[in-house]
C-alpha cells in the first residue's frame, strides 16, 4: 500500500485488519482479470468472441465471461465487441459477512493508483443471494470507503455525479464474496455513439448482433428485416458487413484512468478505423408499416454514415415480396404487451406464416419474442428455439427453414434456460 502523504493522518479504525485478508489484484502488465456482462443467452457467443479477439482463460458464468488479458487487450474489447455490455476491471476480492467487512475491503484498495481524486465517480452494486438487508447501504459504504481512503491518501476526495460520472466502481455480492470493479467502458457498450432516435421498446444493439451472429448470417448473403423499428438490426448488419468496429464513434472510461495509456490505444483505434470498408451498397433491406418508424430507421442510418448502405421502404409485412430469392431474415415483430393488443396479434401470426410458406423459400426466417403463443400460431416447426433476454423480458429466438415444396427443419440449439446474472 502507498504510504499516506501526511503521516499525521492516522488510518481509519479497523483498516489494519482489512489490509491482511483483502485480495488485491497485482497490476501486471498481462493477467489481468476482467469481467464482461452480456445479455442473457448469449454468454457462448461472446465467450466465443472474446476468444477471437485474444483473451485467455476464458470462462462463461450466467450472465457474462471472464477472461484475462492485458490493457490492450481491455482497449481491444471495448472498441471490437459488439456483445459484451461493458468491460469490467477485478480489483479486489474478499469475503465478508456484514457490510463494514465490505467497507474494510473497499477502504484497503489503492484507489488513489486507479484515478484522480478530481474524477467523479459512482458506486454500483449488484447482490445474488447476499444476505445483507441494504443493497443501497452497501452502495454507501463502498462510497464512503473510496472517498475516505482517497482524502488519506491524497487530502481530497471524488465527487460524486450519480448522472455521468467519470469513474465508476462495482460491488457484486454472492452469498459470502465481495469482488470489486472499476469499469473500463463507461456507457454501456451497446450504445455505438451515433443512435439519435428510438422506439418505445427496441432491441439493443449487443443483443440485435448476438441474434444476428446466432442467426449464421455471413455478411455477403442478402439481410432482411421486414419489421425494422428504428432499424437496429439493419445497422449492425451493415457495421458488420463492412468491418466497422462498433466503439469507433464513441470514448471510453479507461481513458480517464491512471493507467490508461494514449500511444498504445491510437494505435490500437487507428487500425481499427483503417481496416473498415469504405461505405457501399449492400445487400441489406428493411421495412417497416409505420412511417414514423421509418423515418427513425432512416434518421439512425444518416447518423451512423450509412444513409444509402441499406434499402429501406414502407410497406406491410404482408404485402411485399422477398427482396431476393434467398438470404437471412431477422426480425423482431409485436407481441402482446397490452391485453388490448392479443386479439390483433393471435391473427396476425397465422396470416405471417402462410406468407413464409407462400413467398420465401430459399430464407432462414429469425423471429425473437417474448410471446409464448407466437410458435404456437405461426404454426411452422422451429429447426431451433434459442432462450434470450431483452432486458428482463424473457424470449425465444425461433428460426424457420423455409424449404421449397416441404417444411423440412434440421434440428439444432437447446432450451436451457439461462441462470442468474453476474455483475452488471
Known amino acids: 500500500m502507498n504510504t499516506p502523504p501526511n503521516a499525521s493522518n492516522a488510518p481509519k479504525p479497523g483498516v489494519r485488519a482489512v489490509r491482511r485478508v483483502v485480495?488485491?489484484?497485482?497490476?501486471?502488465?498481462s493477467g489481468q482479470y476482467f469481467f464482461s456482462p452480456c445479455p442473457r443467452g448469449l454468454e457462448p457467443v461472446l465467450a466465443d468472441e472474446l476468444t477471437r479477439l485474444g483473451a485467455a482463460e476464458v470462462k462463461v458464468v450466467p450472465g457474462g465471461v471472464g477472461f484475462t488479458g492485458d490493457w490492450k487487450l481491455a482497449y481491444t474489447v471495448n472498441l471490437e465487441s459488439r456483445i459484451a455490455t461493458r468491460v469490467l476491471w477485478r480489483v479486489g476480492q474478499g469475503p465478508y459477512r456484514k457490510e463494514h467487512d465490505i467497507f474494510k475491503l473497499a477502504y484497503g484498495l489503492p484507489w488513489e493508483r486507479w484515478f484522480s481524486p478530481k474524477r467523479t465517480l459512482r458506486v454500483y452494486t449488484t447482490a445474488v443471494r447476499s444476505p445483507l438487508k441494504s443493497v443501497d447501504f452497501v452502495t454507501l459504504r463502498v462510497k464512503d470507503a473510496i472517498c475516505d481512503r482517497m482524502r488519506e491518501q491524497t487530502r481530497q476526495r471524488p465527487s460524486i455525479d450519480t448522472?455521468?460520472?467519470?469513474v465508476r466502481a462495482h460491488v457484486?455480492?454472492?452469498?459470502r464474496e465481495a469482488?470489486?470493479?472499476?469499469?473500463?467502458?463507461g456507457e454501456p457498450l451497446y450504445k455505438r455513439g451515433f443512435k439519435v432516435a428510438a422506439v418505445e421498446a427496441p432491441i439493443k444493439e449487443n443483443l440485435a448482433a448476438g441474434i444476428i451472429m446466432l442467426s449464421g448470417w455471413d455478411r455477403v448473403e442478402p439481410f432482411f428485416d421486414p419489421m425494422c423499428g428504428s432499424?437496429?438490426?439493419?445497422i449492425e448488419a451493415a457495421q458488420m458487413a463492412l468491418d466497422i468496429a462498433p466503439g469507433l464513434g464513441r470514448s471510453f472510461a479507461f481513458e480517464k484512468l491512471t493507467p490508461f495509456s494514449a500511444a498504445v490505444w491510437t494505435t490500437i483505434r487507428d487500425a481499427a478505423a483503417a481496416r473498415a470498408q469504405p461505405p457501399r451498397e449492400l445487400p441489406i433491406f428493411g421495412s417497416d408499416i409505420s412511417g414514423r418508424e421509418l423515418a427513425r430507421t432512416k434518421e439512425n442510418l444518416q447518423a451512423a454514415k450509412l444513409p444509402w448502405v441499406v434499402r429501406v421502404e414502407g410497406a406491410d409485412v404482408l404485402d411485399r415480396d422477398p427482396p431476393a430469392d434467398h438470404g437471412v431474415m431477422v426480425t423482431n415483430p409485436p407481441y402482446g404487451v397490452r391485453l388490448e393488443d392479443k386479439p390483433a396479434l393471435d391473427a396476425f401470426y397465422p396470416k405471417l406464416g402462410d406468407l413464409l410458406k407462400q413467398r420465401y423459400a430459399g430464407w432462414r426466417c429469425h423471429f425473437i419474442t417474448a410471446d409464448p403463443d407466437f410458435p404456437k400460431l405461426i404454426k411452422l416447426k422451429a429447426s431451433r428455439r434459442t432462450p434470450l433476454f431483452n432486458g428482463a423480458l424473457e424470449c425465444r429466438l425461433f428460426e424457420y427453414r423455409m424449404v421449397e415444396g416441404s417444411l423440412r427443419t434440421r434440428r439444432a440449439g437447446t432450451d436451457d434456460e439461462p441462470g442468474s446474472a453476474g455483475p452488471v
Open 163 to 166: 448522472a455521468n460520472p467519470d
Open 179 to 185: 469482488t470489486l470493479y472499476l469499469d473500463t467502458s
Open 172 to 175: 457484486f455480492l454472492t452469498d
Open 231 to 234: 432499424g437496429t438490426f439493419l
Open 23 to 29: 485480495r488485491e489484484e497485482p497490476e501486471l502488465k
